[in-house]
């Protein structure tokens, strides 16, 4: 069965850095793409960065520069690097899988995903 689970988030100053990590058991973590998406309280569910299992790398504009997205394989492990923090970065942070056929274009649509985690809170206050 697979299983995704999110830790790392917590309440940081404007400015400041996290890192999300989601661990990931129950399949082949190599042959899925990934992604981390984030929800704020009255929005709707958007997509933050993702990476296809052929290496394919996707950044929402709004985190370009500032998020890293990264997989560590050996450990089944999906992580997000957050620096320079901004109020609107508030929300809570799932990690999300899908191993269907995918393109560029839509690395960063949350309705292909079919597996989620439970979300880890990232709060931003200024």
């Known amino acids: 069965q697979v299983q995704l689970v999110e830790s790392g988030g917590g309440s940081v100053q404007v400015g400041g850095s996290l890192r999300l990590s989601c661990a990931a058991s129950?399949?082949?973590?190599?042959?899925?793409?990934m992604g981390w998406f984030r929800q704020a309280p009255g929005k709707e569910r958007e997509g933050v960065a993702a990476?296809?299992?052929?290496?394919?790398?996707k950044y929402a504009d709004s985190v370009k520069g500032r998020f890293t997205i990264s997989k560590d394989s050996a450990k089944n492990t999906l992580y997000l690097e957050m620096n320079s923090l901004k109020p609107e970065d508030t929300a809570l942070y799932f990690c999300?899988?899908?191993?269907?056929?995918?393109?560029?274009?839509?690395?960063?649509?949350?309705?292909?995903?079919?597996?989620w985690g439970q979300g880890t809170q990232v709060t931003v206050s200024s």
């Open positions: 999300a899988a899908h191993r269907y056929y995918t393109d560029y274009a839509t690395l960063l649509n949350s309705a292909v995903y079919n597996y």
């Open positions: 129950g399949y082949d973590y190599r042959t899925y793409h």
């Open positions: 990476v296809a299992d052929n290496g394919w790398v």
